[in-house]
Each structure stands twice: as C-alpha cells, then as structure tokens.
C-alpha cells in the first residue's frame, strides 16, 4: 500500500498543505457526500474542492474582512464545511467552530466573545434555534446558510446561493501569514464553567500531524468514514487535517441515526469515535445474546476469549496455546458478523475523548475489531499519545507521539511539552497561566501511571468523591463498570461531602421493559421503592470489584436522557457533572433524607 505524506518543511499553513495535496493529487478522490436530492453519494477530488475555495473566497472578499479577523461556523460535517474553511483561512482569517446543536445563549457568548464577524450555518436546523439570540450576536455582520431558512427574518441572513459571485473564473488567494500565526480558536465544551477558547497555530495543527502520522501509517488508499463533530479537534485533526496530509478519502456521515446504515455502504478502512458509539454497539450485542440458546452464547464467548488471546499472542504478551487453531472457524462463524456490521474493512478503528471500558475493548478487539485508544486535548492540537497497532495495549491510551514530552509530576500530573501546545486562552491570560508553567509544561489535570512507555490514565485530579467520613471513590471508573449493563444507559455517581454513594440512572427504554416485565416490575412508577431496590442490587453486582465503602445504598432513575442538546453532555458525551446535578437537585436531596 502506498503512503504519500506531505512533509511539514513542504507547507507552513494548513491551506498551503491543501494546496499542496492538490498540487500532489489534482483528480484524486478528497470527499465523498451523500446528495439528498438524487438520493446518491457525489465525489469531489483534490482540484475540484479548490476550485470551489477560490470561488467562495472570491465572495468572502466582498465583505470587510482583514487577516486576523475570526468568522464562525455552525454546520454539519461536510464539503462545504471544508471549503469554507480552507478560503477562510486562505485569506488569513481565522475559524471558530461551535458545535451544531449548541444553545442560542452559548453561541451568542462564544461569538461575541470571538468578536466573529461572520457565521455560517446549515440552514434551518441551526437557525430555528439559535435565530432566538441573533439580536445578541453584535459583532456579527454576515450570517450565511447553505439552505433556505424561514422563521425569523434578519438582514444579515444570506443564502449561500445568491452569495456566491457567479463569474467562470477565479484566482486563488494565498494570505496565509507565518506558521506562528493562529488558524483557529476552539472553545473547550468543558463540564463546567463557561467555555474557553484555545488559540491554536497552524504550526500546533501541522507539527501534531506529521508526529501522528509517524506513529500510524495512512495510505493514500484509506477511506475515512467523518461523523464525530468537526467543531471538536479530534475529528478535525484526526479525521480531517490528517487525510488531507495523508492523501486519504473522507466520506461525510449522513448523522449518528444512521450509521450502522453509512459504515455499510462506506466501507471505511479507518474510523475516528469515541467510546460511547461502541457501548451502544456493546450493549446491542449483549441484549442480542439473550435471545440466543445456551450453546450460541457459548459459541459466542469462545470466540471473545480466542480472539483476545490472539491478540495478546499477536502483542507478544502471551505463549501459543492450542485453542487457537479453532480462530479461523470462529472468525468466520461468529466474529466477522460483527466487523461486516462495521463495513467490513477496518484497519484502525481509533477511539479517544474518553476512557474506554477494558471489557468493552476486549469484545470488539478478541472480533477483530482493530480498537487503538489514544489520548489528547483541545489545547495539545490534540493528540499527545495513541497506541500502535504493533504495540496496543487498550487499558493506556498509548505512546507519546514524536516530538511531545511527557512528563509525571510529583502528585501524578500527566504534563505535556511541544509544538503542539496552545498559543493560550483567548483573552484569558489567567486561565492560560494556570495550565501552562513557566518552563512551558502544559498541565492536563489527568492523573497517570507509566509502563513500559505505555500511559495509563487511573483518574482526574479533581475528579475523586470524597465521601464525609473521608473516604475516596473513583466516580468516573464505577460509571463506566455500571454502564456496561444494557439497560442503564447513563450512570452518574454522588457522593461528594456525603455519608455513602448514591447514583442517577438514565434507563435504556426498551431494555428497562424488558426487565421491568422479567423481575415484575412493570407499571411501577420509577420512584417506587421496589424500582430502586432493583437498580441498588444491580449496581452492587457491578461494582462488587470497589471498596466496602463505594457501595450505592441509594439511586433514582429517570427515561429521559442526557444529551448535548439539553446541555448536560459535551459535544464528546462526556457528562457534565455540575450541570446534571443542578438540574436533578431535588432528585438528590430526597436521596439523602435524614442523613
């Protein structure tokens, strides 16, 4: 297979290393996108998609926009996200994406605080709700939308359509500036607070891509299958920028609702996600498996179990032994009815913004399932470490890449050193100062342990409950053993200043009929005592593996789920902690009653 990466001394910008991979490969296949219209996936190549970022740069120029200035956007994973950005930054402009479903107030205090003075949006998916605080957009003087919109009339509003100038001929623009300068400003989700906005270089984005691509080998025949939001720099710097200096294909999802349906058809060899998509898969397994007879289940689990010492044979961290020879038979009996459900064709299946549960990436890895946990922020561009597929062990999140330090502070600090570090907060030196010391170590407030060059991250520094009798518990690592029970689909752990654990359960509505029917518990209410008396008994399986003292004596459970839309997860599905306990205050107070 044939690989083609762009050597950072061949480009200073990320639209120079574009005009570069043009340069390299004019007809070659850059974008693939599903047309609702014909009902049919377009391709666009190399030279086509810059042709079309010297066409909407020739409109940008129509407004009063100078090197520096920031434009927004709001839009969903696409070609034109693409080229809206590559004549932005072109033009020496600098990008701030928000996440396409993000609140009107949030947009309104992240562009006002970016100062953006233009704002691209999909249409009426972003405008029905964000057109609320448009008044409050004040530095905005352009809002553009791929699509028609209705609703709310503003003068700034313009169709992309009629925006476009319409002459044959345009000349690219080349105003990119020094690598030093800034290419975009991302604003952290963050669990809590308000977000800030990491200033990151086109130096940062390029140098972390080459390091990356030194790690994992791209071929210029690979195909990425883009889902996760671009407004995150996981899936922008990995499932973006990375095929671009690559020369790999990206296919745009169609959306999370449907793809299982879009890994089918795409056929992807590599795939960016984070854990949550394979704990949905998981827990579609483990509920399939029920329905199975006794001897399927078993089948089952021997191909779990062979697979993953054949995997750990393969690592060199187990011997030979004679249950492999049954491998070729179960591959293709039980696992590869999995990895067909993924396409087919994986090679790198890399998850990150999260831990990922061992049990989890026992059962997809023991199928075949080439899972590569990596570890990074927003404010390291982002990638810090990830694991090879010579060298994967999935309970660290890998090895540092090229060119980053790594460094275990005296209290357990991972910190971090390199190219890749922000430029710092925007406008918010103090934030800035707190994370990056003197001696220019970023501080990412994750806890690690080291072996064999390997990290393992074993918590957050802030993020341990200490109970009221001073006893401490790992809330993150008793969610993620809760969770893998099918019917609770999200799990948060209390406890902090109080006298034991108690949780909030998000139920799965089809797994908790089914349960609710098995242990007859159906037409309860799920505050009624028999309810919760069966979610403490589940929990205390589960988390049987903890302390005496990390027992959940209490818990509450509700059908409604936590998302990103109603604020309480990050655009990563990470939960937020504070939000959801504001929100369910009440809920916990009653939890505690007469303690």
């Avoid at 693939?32 to 219209?37: I, K, L, V």
């Avoid at 970022?53 to 709001?74: C, N, P, T, Y």
């Avoid at 790690?215 to 996760?228: E, R």
Wanted: with cysteine; aromatic share 8%.
């Amino acid at each position: 297979m044939k690989t083609d990466t762009i050597p950072v001394s061949n480009t200073s910008t990320l639209p120079g290393l574009f005009r570069e991979r043009a340069r390299r490969s004019p007809s070659s296949i850059a974008y693939r996108q599903y047309d609702p219209t014909t009902q049919s996936w377009l391709d666009y190549s190399w030279q086509q998609t810059l042709d079309d970022i010297a066409h909407w740069q020739a409109s940008f120029e129509k407004h009063d926009l100078q090197a520096g200035d920031r434009v927004a956007v709001m839009a969903h994973n696409s070609h034109e996200w693409v080229v809206y950005e590559q004549a932005a930054l072109g033009l020496g402009l600098i990008v701030v994406p928000l996440y396409i479903n993000d609140s009107a107030d949030n947009v309104a205090y992240i562009l006002n605080h970016a100062e953006a003075k233009m704002l691209f949006i999909d249409g009426d998916d972003q405008w029905s709700e964000i057109s609320k605080e448009a008044k409050q957009f004040t530095t905005i003087k352009t809002i553009l939308s791929l699509k028609p919109t209705t609703g709310i009339l503003d003068e700034r509003l313009l169709i992309i359509h009629d925006w476009l100038l319409t002459e044959k001929t345009f000349y690219l623009k080349k105003n990119d500036g020094p690598p030093s300068a800034m290419a975009t400003i991302v604003y952290t989700s963050g669990t809590t607070g308000k977000p800030k906005g990491v200033m990151l270089s086109h130096q940062n984005i390029l140098t972390n891509l080459a390091s990356s691509l030194e790690t994992v080998d791209v071929f210029t025949t690979d195909l990425f299958l883009s889902f996760l939001p671009l407004s995150h720099m996981l899936e922008r710097t990995a499932g973006y920028y990375l095929p671009m200096m690559s020369g790999a294909t990206v296919a745009f999802s169609r959306g999370v609702p449907v793809l299982g349906e879009d890994l089918l058809t795409i056929k992807p060899t590599i795939l960016i996600s984070v854990p949550r998509i394979y704990e949905k898969v998981y827990a579609k397994i483990m509920d399939g498996l029920d329905q199975k007879s006794p001897i399927a289940r078993g089948l089952f689990y021997q191909a779990v179990d062979v697979g993953w010492h054949r995997f750990n044979y393969q690592q060199g961290r187990a011997s030979w032994h004679p249950k492999l020879i049954l491998w070729p038979l179960l591959e293709k009996i039980i696992a590869r009815k999995v990895t067909e459900k993924l396409g087919g064709r994986l090679r790198i299946a890399l998850t990150a913004g999260a831990a990922i549960s061992p049990k989890i990436a026992e059962l997809f890895i023991g199928l075949g399932v080439p899972i590569l946990q990596g570890y990074g922020l927003t404010e390291t561009s982002p990638v810090i470490s990830v694991n090879t597929l010579e060298s994967n062990d999935p309970a660290s999140v890998g090895l540092a890449i090229p060119n980053v330090e790594i460094h275990k502070s005296e209290k357990g600090e991972l910190m971090a050193k390199g190219p890749n570090v922000m430029l710092g907060y925007w406008k918010n030196q103090q934030a800035t100062d707190e994370v990056i010391d003197q001696a220019g170590w970023f501080h990412s407030g994750d806890k690690i342990e080291m072996k064999d060059d390997h990290i393992y991250i074993v918590g957050r520094m802030k993020d341990i409950i200490v109970l009221s009798n001073g006893e401490k518990i790992p809330p993150n690592d008793m969610e993620l053993a809760a969770s893998l029970y099918p019917c609770f689909e999200q799990v948060l752990i209390i406890g902090e200043g109080r006298p034991f654990p108690t949780a909030l359960i998000v139920l799965e509505p089809e797994q908790w009929a089914k349960e609710a029917k098995k242990y007859q518990l159906e037409g309860l209410a799920l505050n009624n005592k028999k309810v919760e008396k069966f979610l403490v008994d589940k929990l205390a399986q589960l988390l049987k593996d903890f302390p005496g003292y990390a027992t959940v004596h209490r818990a509450a459970c509700t059908l409604e789920p936590w998302t990103v839309e109603n604020a309480m997860l990050t655009p990563t599905l990470k939960t937020k902690r504070k939000i959801i306990l504001e929100n369910y205050a009440e809920t916990v107070k009653k939890l505690y009653v007469g303690h």
